[in-house]
C-alpha cells in the first residue's frame, strides 16, 4: 500500500521557538495532505488540509500563523508550529489520499514536548 | 465537533474472544472507514464501507452499516494479543464533504 512518511518522529524544544514537521508521500503525488492533532487517549482533531501549490484550509479555531504549513510539491507538505509553548505539546499526525481512492494513509506522527 | 461517537471507549478481552465496537454518526454520509492506531503511531486503514453497503469483511474483521440508524459496528473475531490497539471510525460526506471525521475510539486489550 502506499507509504507516508513523517518525522521528527518526536521533538522536544524551549517555549518560544519554532519546530518543523515534514510529512511525505514516498510512492505517490499528494494533492492534498491532512493534519491532525490527538491528545492522550482522544481522537483525532482535523487542524489544516494542505493542498499542493495553494493556501491552506484551516478548521475553525485553528490559528493559521500558528500552525504554518506549506504544500510546495505534491510528495511534501510541511507543518511548522510557531513560537511553541507548552500547550502546543501534543501528537501531531499526517495523512494523503492517494489521489481520491477514498482511503488515508498515514505518517506515523510526531510527539511534540515544549518545555 | 466530531461526528462519530463510539462505544464502548475501553475494552479489554481474553485472546480468542471476540471484539464489538460500534459507532454512531449523525449526518449523512458517503462512506464509513475503521481504523487501527497502536500506541504512539500513526493509524492504520482496515476497511471501508460505503453508504449503500450494509456488511463486509476483510480477514478476521466483519464490518455492518445500518444507514437508518446511522450506525457501524466492528467485530474482531478470534482476537490476539497483537490486536491491542484504538480503533477509531470515521466518515466522510455530508457537510464535511470528503474530509474524513473521526470518531472518539475505542481502546481494545487483548489479554493473552
Known amino acids: 500500500g502506499a507509504v507516508v512518511s513523517q518525522h521528527p518522529s518526536w521533538v522536544i524544544c524551549k517555549s518560544g521557538t519554532s519546530v518543523k514537521i515534514e510529512c511525505r508521500s514516498l510512492?505517490?503525488?499528494?494533492?492534498?495532505m491532512f493534519w491532525y492533532r490527538q491528545f492522550p487517549k482522544q481522537s483525532l482533531m482535523l487542524m489544516a488540509t494542505?493542498?499542493?501549490?495553494?493556501?491552506?484550509?484551516?478548521e475553525q479555531g485553528v490559528e493559521k500563523d500558528k500552525f504554518l504549513i506549506n504544500h510546495a510539491s505534491l510528495t511534501l507538505s510541511t507543518l511548522t508550529v510557531t513560537s511553541a509553548h507548552p500547550e502546543d505539546s501534543s501528537f501531531y499526525i499526517c495523512?494523503?489520499?492517494?489521489?481520491?481512492?477514498?482511503?488515508?494513509?498515514f505518517g506515523s506522527g510526531t510527539q511534540l514536548s515544549v518545555l | 465537533s466530531q461526528q462519530g461517537e463510539e462505544d464502548p471507549q475501553a475494552l479489554s478481552i481474553q485472546e480468542g474472544e471476540n471484539a464489538t465496537m460500534n459507532c454512531s454518526y449523525k449526518t449523512s454520509i458517503n462512506n464509513l472507514q475503521w481504523y487501527r492506531q497502536n500506541s504512539g503511531r500513526g493509524l492504520v486503514h482496515l476497511i471501508l464501507?460505503?453508504?449503500?453497503?450494509r456488511e463486509k469483511h476483510s480477514g478476521r474483521l466483519r464490518v455492518t452499516l445500518d444507514t437508518s440508524k446511522k450506525s457501524s459496528s466492528l467485530l474482531i473475531t478470534a482476537s490476539r494479543a497483537a490486536d491491542t490497539a484504538s480503533y477509531f471510525c470515521?466518515?466522510?460526506?455530508?457537510?464535511?464533504?470528503?474530509?474524513?471525521?473521526f470518531g472518539g475510539g475505542t481502546r481494545v486489550l487483548v489479554k493473552p
Open positions: 494542505s493542498n499542493e501549490g495553494s493556501k491552506a484550509t484551516y
Open positions: 510512492d505517490f503525488q499528494a494533492t492534498t
Open positions: 464501507i460505503r453508504s449503500n453497503e
Open positions: 470515521a466518515t466522510d460526506g455530508g457537510a464535511a464533504g470528503n474530509k474524513l471525521t
Open positions: 495523512s494523503a489520499d492517494d489521489r481520491g481512492v477514498g482511503k488515508l494513509f
